[in-house]
């Protein structure tokens, strides 16, 4: 009788959290159209990333899916056509592990478009322990940070160009919990969870200090927690880890519909662009976490950011 009533009493909190979840989401409700304009979104081909091409597609825009895998990449393409009609939707492939490969992407990009409306900065990874990349730094904070670093730099004449533009950075909620973040120490693995906490936080540094130097320009920056989404990401992950990600996935997650909202959102939405720098989560903006309020450790990163990629 005992073992019922507990199992009846966590089926009931599961019941209310899942029902809270799903009232909390936000949804963007814009009617922007997109017709004309151009966006280009990294690791569209699955998740979040996908969902938020899908969109802009629904909406007329040129969606330039910026992917590791042709072959996925391809069919999300398939796919997005087969749903939206829209035809105008182009495969370009870059490894966000290899500064090399971002170069050579942004060169691509800037000799075949004529415009660019929209920048999602939108790939990133979980875990992936200590393994280096060919340029010598740990796989999560190349692809996290410093090549979205870089790819938007390497971009910001033909966002200037096509202003008013945008450029969203998808971050997360781990931001907050980067209290062992140390901006001398960014480029080295501590250990997996401190590193993807450190990278989410080097997102939204990264905003805020983009979006004074784009002051005046017509570009707006925006980060942004999606919120937990069940997705491929934890495919990164192994051990205790990723059945812990799971079961938390099972318990408090969104689809990735309902997680590609806040993206679109700061994306498309009107009248936000007095909130350039500012971070976003279920549609709308949010306090800056404790861990995102020194300034001086946001204006070291970029510093440093610039040194790592070369620039």
Known sequence: MVLCTVILAVLAAYAIAKIYFKLTTGWCKSQ?????????????????????????????????????????????????????GNENIVVKIVDMASFD?????AREINESERRLDILVNNAGII?????????GLPLLIQTNHFSGFLLTHLLLDLLKK????????????????????????????????DDYNNSKLCNVYFTQELAKKLKGTGVTVYSLHPGVIKTDIINTMDGIRKIGFTLMMNFMSKNPEE???????????????????????????????????????????WEKSERIVKL
Do not use: M, W
């Open 32 to 84: 922007t159209c997109l017709v004309g304009k151009t966006a280009l979104i990294t690791g569209a081909n699955t998740g979040i990333g996908y969902e938020t091409a899908l969109d802009f597609a629904k909406r007329g825009a040129r969606v330039i899916l910026a992917c590791r895998s042709k072959s996925k990449a391809e069919e999300a393409r398939s796919r997005i056509i087969s749903e939206t």
């Open 101 to 105: 490969s971002v170069r050579a992407f």
């Open 127 to 135: 875990s992936y322990g200590d393994r280096t990349s060919k340029d």
């Open 162 to 193: 096509s202003a008013p533009s945008r450029i969203v950075n998808v971050s997360s909620l781990a931001a907050a919990f980067a209290t062992k973040f140390d901006v001398n120490q960014v480029e080295k693995h501590i250990s997996n969870g």
């Open 259 to 301: 997680g590609a909202q806040t993206t679109i959102y700061c994306s498309v939405a009107k009248g936000i662009e007095e909130l350039s720098g500012e971070h976003f989560a279920d549609c709308k903006r949010i306090k800056p976490y404790k861990t995102a309020l020194n300034e001086g450790a946001a204006k070291k990163l």
